[in-house]
């Protein structure tokens, strides 16, 4: 058995959670190992959404300009009922205002993780491929961990900290003993990467209703590529032999204008809908599908994991590097673990709505949806609620311990509100790609407060004033101390250097190493 060097945190899954975890703690300077049983990344497309909010997180590390050449926008979708269009949606016009990236982008997982490696790759750090962790124990100021290498030999991995991304099944769960509460959904599922034509193939999302059955229709980069998400027979749930394209429920597709020509891919699946009791233990954390499995309902589970990823990496470098007290890492499980649950609950109803074969689901499914889908789209304000919801820019961190005060409509622990630079003439976004702590102010900075950021070495950004800009709920001369994944952590609206300075002090925060 070999001893390896040591590192600061050990990653086990490089799904796109452990990947986006690795690219974050790198830039930030932290050193990783980040390991993954499989031979290879995936070479199928199973998630498909790329939310705003994930974009955003992509932005600050040079990485959205990318996925959004790669990936395709989806700018609008359609309901489909019964065999008729029953609404339209313009998507692109959700969000418009509200964020750089107004759309939810379908970027097939295979693809997104190829560019994630790249991304990593070029900073330096390989995916460590056919290594699994057989065990680790919290060995007090360290991780002791055991791996099995791609030739069967076994070695230990010192490090500070391990996060645990290694999916439904993990290794690092079932070392905790954390529990994973929740259930399984009775249908059996199918996903297929197609060829197709039609009406339905347009480059819109296009969602499928009917009494018994339903079909997603999702958009894929290249002309006539479609991903499909329906249910399989009921009957051939029951085999033994493997299921194919022949088994798959055909009631939708009798009706919906869609003529699938080839099938490139396909897999069946159960959909799980599950909670980890707790989120970390000791030096050990859980994040993505270790922690939190959802109905494939809105897009939300990879966006999901991509969050916790984001939320826990700057966390640990400033402990690591000694610019916070090792007190700051317990906010991550209270800030990521509600938000999972009330997800979990969310997606549970709406799946169960959409699949469920009573009585009262298929009323609502069938006429009360479309009945009413399309006059509250109409409606702005519904409009902007339904981007918010589902493309995750309306997550807060209210109840954190970080999370302090309010100026104008903005909380500590809100979403730091994108200011277009169109309004002002500056995006207030881009000095977040520092992934520093820094102050914000919008209209005119008191000069205390310019002292103080200069004294703690603390960014500080001033942008012009503008009446559109109170819009975004920003408050004109207040002082936002910002996190840096972008969320506001203390939200003064006097503008204070006081407010700041006892914020820092009492959470021992430190900006200089």
Request: a positive charge.
């Amino acid at each position: 058995m070999n001893d390896s060097a040591h590192t600061e945190v050990l990653i086990a899954g490089a799904g796109p959670t452990g990947l986006v975890l690795a690219l974050w703690l790198t830039r930030l300077g932290v050193r990783v190992r980040i390991i993954d049983k499989t031979a290879e990344p995936g070479t199928t497309s199973r998630a498909l959404a790329v939310q705003a909010r994930t974009l955003e997180f992509y932005s600050q590390v040079g990485l959205a300009e990318a996925a959004v050449e790669r990936g395709r926008k989806t700018i609008a979708a359609n309901l489909w009922v019964a065999g008729k269009r029953a609404a339209h949606a313009v998507l692109g016009e959700m969000g418009k205002g509200l964020s750089p990236f107004p759309f939810a982008l379908i970027f097939p997982q295979d693809e997104h993780e190829r560019l994630l490696v790249e991304r990593l790759n070029q900073a330096g750090v390989q995916v460590e491929r056919r290594t699994e962790l057989i065990k680790f124990e919290d060995a007090g100021g360290r991780v002791l961990a055991w791996l099995r290498g791609p030739n069967g030999n076994q070695e230990t991995c010192q490090a500070a900290y391990i996060a645990g991304c290694d999916g439904a099944h993990s290794t690092v769960r079932e070392a905790l003993q954390l529990g994973f509460p929740g259930g399984v959904y009775n249908h059996l599922f199918y996903v297929a990467d197609v060829e197709a034509s039609g009406a339905t193939v347009n480059g819109e999302l296009n969602i499928a209703l009917d009494r018994t059955d339903f079909l997603i229709v999702f958009p894929l980069k290249g002309e006539g590529r479609v991903r499909l998400i329906g249910t399989v027979r009921q009957e051939a749930e029951q085999q033994r032999d493997e299921l194919s394209w022949n088994d798959v429920s055909k009631r939708v597709l009798a009706w919906l204008p869609i003529d699938v020509k080839q099938v490139n891919w396909f897999s069946t699946y159960r959909v799980h809908h599950r909670v980890a009791g707790h989120f970390r233990k000791g030096r050990a954390f859980l994040l993505g599908d270790a922690g939190h499995i959802h109905s494939p309902v809105g897009g939300q589970g990879m966006n999901t994991g991509i969050g916790d990823a984001v939320n826990l990496a700057w966390k640990l470098a400033a402990v690591l590097q000694g610019r916070a007290d090792a007190s700051l890492l317990d906010s991550y499980e209270p800030e990521r673990i509600g938000f999972a649950q009330r997800l979990v609950a969310t997606t549970d109803r709406a799946f169960t709505a959409v699949t469920s074969s009573g009585a009262l689901a298929r009323l609502i499914r069938l006429h009360l949806v479309p009945l009413l889908l399309a006059p509250i789209y109409r409606l702005t304000a519904a409009r902007r609620l339904m981007f918010r919801t589902v493309s995750q820019t309306a997550v807060n961190y209210r109840g954190s311990s970080l999370s302090v005060g309010h100026a104008g409509a903005v909380h500590g622990g809100d979403r730091l509100p994108w200011v277009n630079a169109a309004l002002n003439g500056s995006d207030n976004f881009t000095p977040l790609t520092s992934l520093a702590w820094q102050v914000h102010v919008y209209g005119e900075a008191k000069s205390e407060i310019r002292r103080l950021c200069d004294e703690r070495g603390l960014p500080l950004h001033v942008f012009p004033w503008r009446p559109e800009t109170r819009r975004t709920g920003l408050r004109r001369n207040a002082v936002y101390l910002v996190r840096p994944d972008g969320y506001v952590a203390l939200a003064d609206r006097e503008g204070s250097a006081g407010a700041v300075a006892s914020y820092l002090d009492s959470r021992k925060l430190t900006l200089r190493s």
